[in-house]
């Protein structure tokens, strides 16, 4: 499993209120990544980080912040939560070395925006 | 259009039949291929992986690359029913730093 945690795995929430959802790894990855997965969509980046406080966005960024203050831990942070953000969030990480091109998945966490 | 097209099914098959899934896509700038399998309320977990064109098999599962035609494919041999899962195809070009992925395909093996 990469040794890839995600907190909450569940959370209800109601519209505008501001959401975190936390990604720990414990491998020592540089490369982070945060996906929302929704019917008819598939897996949709919301943002990425390449190192300690780097971070790009993805293909869905808007509304979503992110933050890596240190290797382990990638933060994603809905900061007014509205009812299109309903999904489901995975955490990815990219492999080391020649393995490079491999991305692992976290346990993902179901978010429901009330 | 999107970059990476799947059917999604969904795919019943009996047990013991070969399964064949398939994503085509637009980018001819991807390089790398990636099969995921989901099991349900799961995370999406890499079942193959394969660079440019070819063939390359593991177990009864075998990935199969067309760049010409820009066209992939996982066939499953054998197969079982704890192969029920969504199969998600992902690819990527070189230096990119996201996977593309296709929306999955719902296989159901019935015993």
């Known amino acids: 499993d990469a040794g890839i945690t995600q907190s909450p795995r569940h959370k209800v929430t109601e519209t505008g209120t501001p959401v975190t959802l936390r990604c720990h790894q414990t491998?020592?990855?540089?490369?982070m990544y945060w996906y929302r997965q929704d019917p008819g969509h598939g897996l949709r980046l919301i943002h990425y980080?390449?190192?300690?406080?780097?971070?790009d966005k993805g293909e869905v960024s808007d509304g979503y912040s992110v933050s890596r203050s240190k290797t382990e831990d990638f933060l994603l942070t809905l900061e007014s939560a509205t009812s299109s953000q309903t999904s489901v969030y995975f955490c990815?990480?990219?492999?080391?070395?020649?393995?490079?091109?491999?991305?692992?998945f976290g346990p993902g966490t179901r978010l429901t925006v009330l | 259009q999107k970059e990476v097209e799947q059917d999604p099914g969904p795919l019943s098959v009996p047990e013991g039949a070969i399964v064949s899934l398939n994503c085509t896509y637009s980018?001819?700038?991807?390089?790398?291929f990636m099969w995921y399998r989901q099991y349900s309320r799961k995370g999406p977990e890499l079942l193959m992986y394969?660079?440019?064109?070819g063939n390359k098999e593991d177990g009864r599962f075998t990935a199969q690359v067309d760049k010409s035609s820009k066209y992939i494919s996982l066939f499953i041999r054998d197969s079982q029913p704890s192969d029920s899962a969504t199969y998600l195809c992902?690819?990527?070009?070189?230096?990119?730093?996201?996977?593309?992925f296709g929306t999955g395909t719902r296989l159901t093996v019935i015993p």
């Open positions: 990815a990480i990219r492999a080391l070395g020649d393995r490079g091109n491999e991305q692992f």
């Open positions: 491998e020592n990855h540089r490369y």
């Open positions: 980080s390449y190192g300690v406080k780097d971070t």
């Open positions: 980018n001819s700038a991807f390089q790398y």
């Open positions: 394969t660079y440019s064109s």
């Open positions: 992902a690819m990527k070009g070189t230096g990119a730093n996201n996977l593309f």
